[in-house]
């Protein structure tokens, strides 16, 4: 099993409406999430980090995490053509290493 | 600016040739790490650094090979690249681990092993 999973997609949406991207981890110690945005052919960038359980507001995206549950959201309010990109879920485990998912493709239609 | 530079961008190889790829970062972070990019696989971890002389390996390490004498410096290097190292691969680095605020990445080098 694959230490970060994510939901496979892609995931197509029309401009203005709620983008949801979902990730589930399995390393019940992991402690911080990271959220990248990846265009094609360009390296990842790093968007969201949360430590905490709860949700976690930056602009248009909303991250949320439930450690309970093993589950880490990413939410992109009022979607843009520009937000059109693979999005990267990724979990720092208790051995300090970085495991991302697989990504999710968005495509927000105009 | 600060920033990771990776080099080469593109690199095309026959299998058995030895080859590095350059990684340099200006932001004196202690923290690098080289991930291959495949599809359908995600970003898979190869090596990474804590610090100056520490490496240690990731999930895919065989066949390849780093190297940590400069803080700023982490190249890659492949003693005899086989055709399944055909990839993506991007070098990245944090200020003091990924716990503390993710990584920066470079800007990715595309190889072909033929």
């Known amino acids: 099993q694959k230490e970060v999973e994510q939901n496979s997609g892609p995931l197509s949406v029309p401009e203005g409406a709620i983008a949801s991207l979902n990730c589930t981890y399995s390393?019940?110690?992991?402690?911080?999430f990271f959220w990248y945005r990846q265009y094609s052919g360009k390296s990842p960038e790093l968007i969201m980090f949360?430590?905490?359980?709860g949700d976690k507001e930056d602009g248009r995206f909303t991250a949320q995490l439930n450690k309970a549950s093993q589950y880490v959201s990413l939410l992109i309010r009022d979607s843009q053509p520009s937000d059109s990109a693979t999005y990267l879920c990724?979990?720092?485990?208790?051995?300090?290493?970085?495991?991302f998912g697989a990504g999710t493709t968005v495509t927000v239609r105009a | 600016e600060a920033q990771v530079t990776q080099n080469p961008r593109y690199l095309i190889t026959v299998t058995g040739k030895k080859l590095t790829v350059t990684c340099s970062q200006n932001?004196?972070?202690?923290?690098m790490s080289w991930y291959r990019q495949d599809p359908g696989l995600g970003l898979r971890q190869i090596y990474y650094?804590?610090?100056?002389?520490?490496?240690d390996k990731g999930d895919v390490p065989e066949g390849y090979k780093v190297s940590r004498k400069e803080k700023r410096n982490f190249p890659l290097i492949l003693e005899s690249p086989s055709p399944n190292q055909t990839s993506l691969y991007f070098c990245?680095?944090?200020?003091?681990?990924?716990?503390?605020?993710?990584?920066?990445f470079g800007s990715g080098t595309r190889l072909t092993v033929v």
């Open positions: 949360i430590y905490s359980n």
């Open positions: 390393d019940r110690g992991s402690q911080s």
């Open positions: 990724a979990g720092v485990s208790n051995d300090y290493k970085l495991s």
């Open positions: 990245a680095s944090s200020q003091r681990g990924p716990t503390t605020g993710g990584y920066t």
């Open positions: 932001m004196n972070h202690e923290y």
């Open positions: 650094s804590m610090n100056v002389e520490v490496t």
